[in-house]
């Protein structure tokens, strides 16, 4: 069962931020948020992930909710090259699952 | 590059032969992980390892199998090839159990 939902697809404009959404209101407390990324058939790409604070790296940032049931992938600059299948997923220390994705399309 | 090495990139085997794919994690990386990717379709996990031991299991048929070794790399074995096995096969690496995981290029697996 997937334990995450996203929108199947988003458009963006280049150099606008990209606010990628994602619920999984059945987290429990000892699961993370991660994000990854797949550029066509490329290997997926790690993004960031965050527990209950929102985190920020040089890739995104990363918005939870104070009751962790959905959180916000942030790409604050879009560029073409952002164009990418997007993952949320969550996860404790062991398996892996991932779900359909958010396709995001930057355009020029 | 991720510092995960898979090989080969490309292979191409007849129905019911059996192929060994092979994973290099990144240097101290303890865990594996096996995943397939159908033309157009999601990533399904298939396998986790940890230092050696298997640590979870997904929709891994049973024709499929894998191991890891005392070095830590990985293998996943896979029989009585289909043309429906034809796939993208990734393995990713992480340090420990959780964290985050880094992925190889993949090898594109074609059954004729």
């Known amino acids: 069962d997937a334990k995450t939902t996203q929108p199947p697809s988003m458009d963006c404009a280049e150099g606008r931020a990209a606010n990628l959404p994602c619920n999984h209101s059945?987290?429990?407390?000892?699961?993370?948020v991660y994000w990854y990324r797949q550029i066509h058939s490329q290997g997926p790409q790690y993004i960031i992930h965050g527990l209950k604070n929102n985190e920020t790296n040089e890739m995104a940032s990363l918005i939870i909710t104070e009751d962790r049931k959905s959180s916000t992938l942030i790409l604050p600059h879009a560029t073409l090259r952002d164009t990418a299948v997007y993952y949320c997923i969550v996860r404790d220390n062991n398996d892996m699952r991932f779900g359909a994705g958010t396709r995001l399309t930057v355009k020029p | 590059d991720s510092g995960v090495t898979q090989t080969p990139k490309h292979l191409i085997t007849a129905t019911g032969q059996r192929v060994t794919l092979r994973c290099s994690p990144r240097?101290?990386?303890?865990?594996v992980y096996w995943y397939q990717q159908s033309l157009d379709q999601g990533l399904q996990f298939l396998i986790q390892?940890?230092?050696?031991?298997?640590?979870a299991k997904g929709n891994i048929l049973e024709r499929f199998s894998a191991q890891q070794f005392p070095d830590l790399h990985s293998e996943l074995n896979l029989s009585s090839l289909e043309l429906g096995d034809s796939a993208l096969y990734f393995c990713a690496s992480s340090l420990i159990q959780g964290g985050e995981a880094f992925f190889g290029q993949g090898t594109r697996l074609t059954v004729v």
């Open positions: 240097s101290g990386d303890l865990s």
């Open positions: 390892y940890y230092n050696g031991e298997e640590r």
């Open positions: 059945t987290i429990s407390g000892n699961e993370y």
